[in-house]
């Protein structure tokens, strides 16, 4: 209307001139607790980055529109520490060289008054590896006394360290121009974060399940190559293939098309793939073989895709060489291993003969829908007080805890906020995620649910 035109009208003339997946990305990495999110509220000039004092709170690796002397750049807050899904600690380095894969430059913060610790070196020779441009942050700086602190950091080999002080502002500004001076214009990762372009598809599943076949069926001769800045092996490479008259982004496919070259265990690297091509999709395809009993690692990158929050869509391949007894028994497999995914939409495929190619389109928009989904808060909230009349929860030591309200906090992936009035028990959560994949659907879609307690 009349209204949201003058709000369009008043936009400065250069607002959509840019395209925010050609937006340059900055990591902020280092160790829990050196002040990354501080830094991280500080460059945008407001609180919204999460500071916790406890290292060991889980974090997602969370990005921001920032700006700068007027460039403007998206500025990646890599958290503490990270748990994966087996419930392991993983190391700082290993976490940072996925945030580094996904930058075009880093922030690399060390607490200067504690100084390069072991964790500090490792990171250091990965950014040496990656070759991508660094500012060194010498966190904690707040007087003139700390700065013999920060010249100590001389010794990462990472050039001028710059003093900051983030709690307190001292030095961000001298650190940005001169990060600002090292940032590429245009992004190089291929819209790790960004919105809109084509709907990003990660192809992951095992070795040998036939990942490469499939992208050479759904390619064939559409094959086009993005982002195939050469070099070494490791580089990812996207490939656009037009699919049911539409583009699709397939992502880091070099990893898929030439076999990665294998420093450390095989399992490390198809495993780190796995992540970073799923920290840059929307939608993850697992691939399995039907032809062979489903194992703990095909289970494992399907939790994978969960557990980055992606739409997921299960494929069957190699559908070709099965017979009635081996699909009886795989359907029992199914049921067993993938207990926790029903929702995700099954496809029975095969990359060599090229059978139900064109059921993977409508499984991955299916998917992808319910992965955008939002549920006005009027309508939750009359979904979830028919739900507690119908099905309150147990009482507990005399205690009946209530759901009061709910609001879905986000989308891709769909996240609730339920708040309560006293502790929900897991098996009452899960029948309230049950209830709303009944009503709502998020067919191929992973769901949250948090509570919130209200005293
Ligand atoms: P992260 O785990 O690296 O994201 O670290 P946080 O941003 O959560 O900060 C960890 C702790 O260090 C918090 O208690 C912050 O208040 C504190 N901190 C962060 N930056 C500074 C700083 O420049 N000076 C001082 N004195 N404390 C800081
Ligand atoms: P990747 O390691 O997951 O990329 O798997 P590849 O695409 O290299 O496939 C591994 C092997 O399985 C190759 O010998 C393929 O020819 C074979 N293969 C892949 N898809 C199919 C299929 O649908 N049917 C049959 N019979 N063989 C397949």
Do not use: C
Not at 70 to 89: K, M, Q
Not at 324 to 334: A, H, K, T, V
Request: avoid cysteine; hydrophobic fraction near 40%.
């Amino acid at each position: 209307d009349e209204d949201d035109l003058a709000i369009l009208q008043g936009l400065p003339e250069d607002a959509d001139d840019e395209d925010p997946a050609d937006r340059p990305v900055v990591a902020v990495i280092g160790r829990p607790n050196v002040g990354k999110s501080t830094l991280v509220n500080r460059i945008l000039g407001r609180r919204e980055a999460v500071v916790e004092d406890v290292p060991g709170v889980t974090r997602d690796r969370v990005a921001y529109d920032a700006e700068w002397s007027g460039r403007r750049f998206t500025l990646v807050d890599t958290g503490g520490w990270e748990i994966d899904a087996s419930g392991i600690h993983l190391r700082v380095a290993e976490q940072a060289e996925v945030a580094i894969e996904l930058a075009d430059a880093v922030m690399f913060v060390v607490d200067a008054t504690v100084g390069a610790t072991d964790d500090d070196e490792a990171v250091v020779r990965l950014l040496r590896r990656a070759g991508k441009p660094v500012v060194l942050v010498a966190n904690k700086v707040d007087d003139t006394r700390a700065e013999s602190d920060a010249a100590m950091l001389w010794s990462l080999g990472l050039g001028e360290p710059h003093p900051v002080s983030a709690l307190h502002g001292r030095g961000s500004g001298d650190m940005l121009d001169d990060l600002l001076a090292v940032l590429p214009e245009k992004s190089g990762v291929s819209g790790a974060y960004a919105r809109g372009g084509p709907r990003r598809v990660a192809l992951v599943g095992r070795p040998n399940v036939g990942k490469s076949s499939l992208l050479n069926q759904l390619a064939g001769e559409d094959r086009v190559v993005v982002d195939d800045t050469a070099g070494t092996t490791r580089d990812p490479v996207d490939e656009l293939i037009e699919l049911g008259g539409k583009q699709w982004r397939f992502v880091d496919t070099a990893g898929i098309r030439r076999r990665v070259h294998q420093t450390r265990g095989a399992d490390f690297y198809a495993s780190l793939r796995t992540r970073t091509a799923l920290e840059k999709a929307e939608v993850g395809v697992v691939l399995i073989d039907a032809g062979e009993t489903i194992s703990e690692q095909d289970v494992r990158v399907v939790q994978q895709v969960v557990d980055a929050g992606r739409a997921l869509v299960i494929a069957y391949n190699k559908w070709d060489t099965i017979d009635e007894e081996r699909r009886y028994y795989l359907d029992r497999e199914i049921e067993r291993e993938f207990v926790q995914v029903p929702w995700a939409p099954r496809v029975n495929v095969s990359a060599l003969t090229g059978r139900h190619m064109d059921k993977l389109v409508p499984a991955l928009e299916t998917a992808l829908e319910s992965w955008d989904t939002r549920i006005p808060t009027s309508r939750l909230n009359a979904f979830l007080g028919e739900l507690v009349a119908a099905h309150p929860h147990p009482v507990r030591g005399g205690k009946q805890p209530r759901i009061l309200f709910g609001t879905q906090a986000s989308t891709r992936p769909p996240r609730f906020v339920l708040f309560a009035s006293g502790f929900l028990e897991a098996g009452y959560r899960r029948f309230v995620e049950r209830r709303l994949r009944e009503d709502f659907g998020f067919v191929g879609s992973p769901i949250e649910i948090s509570v919130r307690v209200r005293e």
